[in-house]
C-alpha cells in the first residue's frame, strides 16, 4: 500500500486529479558495476551491495516492478487518470493518451 493513499483518498473528493510519472529506464534495473554502497533515504541506513549478483539485480527489478504495480492499482482505486512518461520517450505521445482518457 503506498504510503501517500490516505492524502489521495481525501484529495480526490476535492480535486480532479491527474498523474504524470516521469521516469528515467535506468533508474528501473541495478547495473552490473561490482560492488556499491546505497543509502535508505528516510533512515540514512548505508549497505554495500553486489550489482554483480544476478540475484540481486532480478531482486532489484521484481521490487521496482511490485511497486509500479502497487501504484497503478492505488490511482485505479481512486480513479486517478494517470500516464508514465520514459525520459528517452515521446512525451507527446504518452501526453495525448492521458488527454484522450480525460
Do not use: M
Not at 516521469?22 to 558495476?33: A, G, I, M, S, T
Not at 511490485?66 to 501504484?71: C, F, G, H, N, V
Not at 486517478?80 to 484522450?100: C, E, H, P, R, W
Request: some cysteine; overall charge positive; hydrophobic content about 35%.
Amino acid at each position: 500500500k503506498p504510503r501517500y493513499e490516505e492524502a489521495l483518498k481525501i484529495a480526490v473528493n476535492r480535486h480532479d486529479i491527474s498523474v504524470v510519472s516521469v521516469y528515467d529506464p535506468r533508474e528501473r534495473e541495478l547495473p552490473d558495476v561490482g560492488f556499491i554502497r546505497i543509502s535508505d533515504a528516510e533512515t540514512g541506513k548505508e549497505e554495500w551491495v553486489d550489482t554483480s549478483s544476478k540475484s540481486v539485480r532480478r531482486y532489484f527489478v521484481d521490487w521496482n516492478n511490485k511497486i509500479q504495480a502497487a501504484t497503478q492499482q492505488c490511482l485505479r482505486k481512486y480513479k486517478v487518470d494517470s500516464v508514465s512518461i520514459a525520459t528517452n520517450g515521446d512525451y507527446v505521445k504518452g501526453l495525448i493518451a492521458l488527454f484522450n482518457k480525460r
